[in-house]
Nanobody
């Protein structure tokens, strides 16, 4: 019942920036968590950042100070501003939505994924 549309990926040089967006539609719970996980080639999926309706945030240590997640609750849209990008940030980034207030992704809904490539 919830659909996610993700956008903003692309190719960028090391040190550059990208901004990802994810818009949720459908039967959206008033209290929810949205965010991103990423999966690099040959690696397991890992948390990037997540945010609650109340704007509490959860960041992977590897992106703290470089990435900023924000949310527009009225529009059910989240944004991920990615600065100082590194080659190791190269991955497919998947947006997720989950009703509730915890950082779990159990039974979450996932977007289609968008490729982020950081290369010179």
């Amino acid at each position: 019942q919830v659909q996610l549309v993700e956008s903003g990926g692309g190719l960028v040089q090391p040190g550059g920036s990208l901004r990802l967006s994810c818009a949720a539609s459908g039967n959206i719970a008033s209290i929810n968590v949205m965010g991103w996980y990423r999966q690099a080639r040959g690696k397991e999926r890992e948390l990037v950042a997540a945010i609650t309706t109340g704007t509490s945030t959860n960041y992977a240590d590897s992106v703290k100070g470089r990435f900023t997640i924000s949310k527009d609750n009225a529009k059910n849209t989240v944004h991920l501003q990615m600065n100082s990008l590194k080659p190791e940030d190269t991955a497919v980034y998947y947006c997720y939505y989950r009703p509730g207030t915890t950082w779990s992704t159990w039974s979450a809904r996932w977007g289609q994924g968008t490729q982020v490539t950081v290369s010179s």
